[in-house]
């Protein structure tokens, strides 16, 4: 991307230079790993659907190298047999995009959809990339909730819709009804820290999932 502000239709080109230390380390990346698809990584899944799914960013070894979000990692590990379990996908995970996993009635994107150092983007960077998260839910015209996974994804969410966060904080477990109907659900994020270290359990992540299924139905 060739500096400004993308058009609303516009998904990440594949050399995207809106975030210099992104570029940076996505080159990086092209050489020291160069089997992975070190590039944007594309929503998985219809945009026709009613749910969104966001994350934070692509993981190095996971949506980095297999070029679907949350596949390959123990993010996906726990969020896609979540999905399955409720409903919200069909097949198998196998942790590959090519595993033939379908999506049922939701779609998954990131807030960054570069994969950042350390797994951390900045607050610039998420900024950067806050017009492709307004064209997702703008083209999505069935949409009825977003599941944000993280604080991250959260905001991400109420700035793209340019709302004022501290009106809605963030809180696992909660569902928001924002102004204009939409639900948005909190999470933490699946990621291995949360999840090793106790803050997040299965069972709290699926009560999410199950309490959004609940509210749009069968």
């Not at 996908?89 to 196998?94: C, E, F, L, N, P």
């Not at 994804?153 to 477990?173: E, I, Q, S, T």
Request: charged share 20%; hydrophobic share 40%; with cysteine.
């Amino acid at each position: 991307m060739s500096g400004g502000e993308p058009r609303k239709t516009e998904e990440p080109e594949a050399d995207c230079q809106l975030c210099p230390r992104l570029a940076r380390f996505r080159e990086a990346n092209r050489e020291s790993l160069p089997g992975y698809h070190n590039g944007p990584v594309p929503s998985f899944g219809d945009a026709e659907v009613p749910l969104l799914i966001v994350g934070l960013a692509p993981g190095l070894h996971g949506a980095n190298r297999s070029g679907r979000p949350f596949t390959g990692d123990h993010a996906g590990g726990l969020l896609y047999p979540t999905l399955l379990k409720f409903g919200f996908a069909r097949g198998t995970y196998g942790a590959e995009a090519n595993d033939g996993l379908r999506l049922i009635g939701c779609r998954i994107t990131n807030a960054v959809r570069c994969v950042p150092p350390e797994n951390k983007p900045t607050t610039g960077e998420v900024a950067a990339c806050r017009p492709f998260l307004t064209a997702e839910m703008e083209r999505m015209v069935g949409l009825r909730a977003i599941i944000a996974l993280g604080q991250v994804a959260h905001r991400a969410v109420l700035a793209a819709k340019a709302l004022v966060a501290a009106r809605w904080p963030f809180a696992h477990g909660t569902v928001h009804r924002l102004p204009d109907g939409l639900l948005l659900a909190d999470s933490y994020h699946c990621s291995r820290y949360n999840t090793n270290t106790g803050k997040l359990t299965a069972p709290m992540f699926e009560a999410v999932f199950a309490e959004v299924r609940s509210r749009l139905g069968s």
